[in-house]
């Protein structure tokens, strides 16, 4: 009897253990359907923090063109309030990383070809991560989270211009909002299935 015992609460324990860990880092979906049917969304751009601790990135920017892109979102009407008491979602940004280096590393990608020519070729490069988390105000619950990278290489200027770290910084904000404003309120990303999760 005490075997069959011991057994049932190992059995559970780690039935416990392993819905903890699912519910932990069950993956939400883009939010295009959820929101399509509201006729206004208003919505709340909290200031960006900053956990690097460098001070590198230009945090008004980064609100500022988010808040520009929800604006003059086409598919869903956004209405950005300045109080989250007035709003449906509020989002919240955590820039994680910001790296910039005059020497591109070596980008896994494309085949040996492309491989050889990354390591032949001298280019500026910056990386920018941030966590973006969306909140349902209303009731204060994760609607979407996700750890997004943008990269930047000055083969994306004019040809023959480096990219300095300044300019990096205004490069890297625009393309990690356009990234987020893809994953997360995309019609056809929608339409993908996508889904994501911070382990």
Known sequence: MRKVLALVLV???????????EAECR????????LSDMHVVKV???DIQDSTGESKADLKHLKDTL???????????????????DADI????????????DND????????????????????????????????????RALWKEQIQAT??????TPGKSMSEEESVTMANDKLVKIFMR?????NHSKRNHTNVIP
């Not at 993956?27 to 959820?34: A, C, I, S």
């Not at 509020?90 to 280096?101: H, K, Q």
């Not at 930047?152 to 200027?157: H, R």
């Open 11 to 21: 059995t559970a324990f780690v039935f416990v253990v392993f819905a903890a860990k």
């Open 27 to 34: 993956r939400l979906p883009n939010l295009y359907k959820k």
């Open 44 to 46: 709340y751009v909290d």
């Open 67 to 85: 808040e520009n892109a929800l604006s003059s979102r086409m598919t869903l009407n956004f209405e950005v309030v300045p109080r989250k008491e």
């Open 90 to 101: 509020g989002i919240y940004t955590d820039i994680v990383e910001y790296f910039w280096t």
């Open 105 to 140: 590393p070596i980008d896994m990608v494309g085949g040996v070809g492309g491989i050889v020519y990354d390591v032949v070729t001298k280019s500026d490069y910056a990386r920018m991560q941030a966590v973006i988390e969306v909140m349902d105000e209303k009731h204060n």
């Open 152 to 157: 930047i290489s000055d083969f994306e200027m």
């Open 183 to 187: 994953d997360c309120f995309s019609k």
